[in-house]
């Protein structure tokens, strides 16, 4: 079964500053999906980025960068330029590219910006 | 984007009652739909996989008599907790899979805050 560990509970940065999340991840697979997402407290999953296993080059979103080392099953996101509204708590997740689409994902990390 | 629309947002009911949330694609069709369960300050854990026209796939450990799956149509899929218990008290999430797309994405509904007293 595949597992995915965020070892950051929670995290803090100055507002424009860049912060890195972390999350590994294993699986025996070689083709999967990985995700970064964030719930507010409103509750509401929002996506913040997708990563394909079979692609070398990293995701960008707009402030929104990954690290994806395959090798390694790593995948940090990195936020730059912070913004207040980045405060939530964040998911990384694995889905296999095979069968069931189901999300398995990582016990959270929550993001506080300081103003 | 896509669009789903979890109902209710919060329930309170009394031990011993059933509770039905309902999950609604709007505007596209979901084939499969995803129920979650999020204990306070934990994770999603999967708690089935709904799928339109047939039985739900239900995860290890979860009680498909007491988490009973419809999905009847291609918009709608229910969750309804059976004879609820304090225990059963969580925040309950869907999701509901695009098709058709270049990069198919999973969309989230608001969330159900139940609350068994």
């Known amino acids: 079964a595949q597992t995915v560990t965020q070892s950051q509970p929670e995290m803090s940065v100055q507002e424009a500053e860049t912060v890195t999340l972390s999350c590994t991840y294993d699986t025996s697979e070689s083709d999967y999906y990985l995700f970064w997402y964030k719930q507010p407290p409103s509750r509401q999953m929002i996506l913040v980025i997708r990563?394909?296993?079979?692609?070398?080059q990293n995701a960008t979103e707009n402030r929104f960068s990954v690290n994806f080392q395959k090798a390694a099953k790593s995948f940090s996101l990195k936020i730059s330029d912070s913004q207040l509204g980045d405060a939530a708590m964040y998911f990384c997740a694995y889905r296999s590219a095979l069968g069931n689409e189901k999300l398995t994902f990582g016990t959270g990390t929550r993001l506080t910006i300081i103003p | 984007g896509a669009v789903v629309s979890q109902h209710p947002s919060r329930v309170i009911c009394k031990s011993g009652t059933s509770v039905k949330i309902e999950c609604r694609s709007l505007d596209f069709q979901a084939t499969t739909m995803f129920w979650y369960r999020q204990f306070p300050k934990q994770s999603l854990m999967l708690m089935a996989t709904?799928?339109?026209?047939?039985?739900?796939?239900?995860e290890q450990g979860v009680e498909k008599d007491k988490f009973l799956i419809n999905h009847a149509s291609l918009t709608l899929s229910t969750l309804t907790v059976t004879s609820a218990h304090p225990e059963d008290s969580s925040f309950y999430i869907c999701s509901a899979r695009v098709l058709g797309q270049a990069n198919e994405k999973l969309f989230f509904g608001s969330g159900t805050q139940l609350s068994v007293l």
């Open positions: 990563q394909e296993a079979y692609k070398q």
């Open positions: 709904s799928n339109e026209g047939s039985k739900a796939t239900y």
